[in-house]
């Protein structure tokens, strides 16, 4: 037999739950085609099929065909009764939540509510927010979702390069407010696996000091560096327990975590239906299949 040198994480953390982004962060990509409903659907069943855990079925908020397609896979989830979740996303106000408060209610099943608000010097900058109206708006927002019965996932954007006390109110905002899952944004791809152990590490023995181990830690990250694979990992070995991909790693500017690959290095994936997930994800986005794959090009396993 092989000797593998490698230290997997796997013997000190549990494996990951995951999230996928392809229908939302992924298909903000300039590069990409926006999928019909129908092939939105056609999506998801793949994920079901490869145990995706949760599935962001886009920011409702955005336009009335967001609205639509976010209630018709959620309504597709409810209807056929399948094992994935629907999470949605919204900024942090109020107006973006009510929509998806309502698709929960008119479906009949929970919609997690994946709620961002920009947590850097550079975006704080930008939009003339002070550290006050943010938490502020933290609270308010969260609030509202709880009050609606929805879980709350509170998402830090540009997390990596904002500053630790600024992390701190925000969080503690969001945590009083109900928030059940803090998500760690590196959303420009400037972290290295060093700084996303150091983020997640910071955010643990936040929660530690709170008393608070029972709150998620998500880690969505993208791939402005080439890192976004290994960092996606390292945050796992750090503590985070739910990763976001998309498939074959669409998304804005260099993209997100390829799903696949994430499948791929967390054990043996179930390569048949990887396959068919990237194929489908591939036709309906317009996108093409890579011929280096290193999963699902030709001959990628039979060579090892």
């Known amino acids: 037999?092989?000797?593998?040198?490698?230290?997997?994480?796997?013997?000190?953390?549990?494996?990951?739950?995951?999230?996928d982004e392809t229908l939302r962060d992924g298909i903000q990509s300039a590069s990409v085609f926006d999928p019909t409903i129908e092939e939105k659907i056609e999506l998801l069943h793949a994920m079901e099929a490869i145990g995706i855990d949760v599935i962001n079925v886009g920011l409702p908020a955005a336009s009335a065909r967001n609205r639509h397609d976010t209630e018709a896979l959620t309504r597709a989830i409810a209807d056929e009764n399948l094992r994935i979740r629907p999470a949605a996303a919204a900024r942090t106000v109020v107006s973006d939540i009510v929509p998806i408060a309502e698709t929960a209610q008119r479906v009949g099943i929970p919609v997690e509510v994946c709620t961002f608000i920009g947590s850097s010097p550079i975006r704080a900058l930008a939009e003339d927010w002070s550290l006050e109206r943010m938490v502020h708006q933290t609270r308010e927002a969260v609030e509202f979702g709880v009050r609606e019965g929805l879980p709350v996932c509170y998402v830090t954007e540009d997390t990596t390069r904002a500053r630790p006390e600024t992390l701190s109110a925000l969080f503690d905002a969001a945590l009083d407010a109900g928030a059940t899952r803090l998500c760690l944004a590196d959303t420009v791809g400037a972290a290295t696996p060093d700084g996303v152990r150091a983020l997640v590490t910071f955010t643990r023995a936040h929660l530690a000091a709170r008393g608070q181990s029972t709150i998620g830690i998500d880690w969505h990250g993208h791939n402005d560096r080439g890192l976004v694979l290994m960092n996606a990992l390292a945050a796992w070995s750090a503590g985070a327990d739910r990763l976001h991909g998309c498939a074959l790693g669409v998304g804005e500017r260099s993209g997100n975590a390829a799903m696949e690959l994430l499948l791929l290095n967390l054990g043996d994936p179930a390569h048949a239906q990887i396959a068919r997930y990237c194929e489908i994800a591939a036709r309906i986005l317009h996108w093409p299949l890579p011929g280096m794959h290193p999963l699902i090009a030709r001959g990628a396993l039979t060579s090892r």
Do not use: D, I, Y
Request: charged fraction near 15%; proline fraction near 11%.
């Open 1 to 19: 037999m092989t000797w593998s040198w490698n230290e997997s994480p796997r013997a000190f953390h549990a494996r990951p739950t995951l999230q």
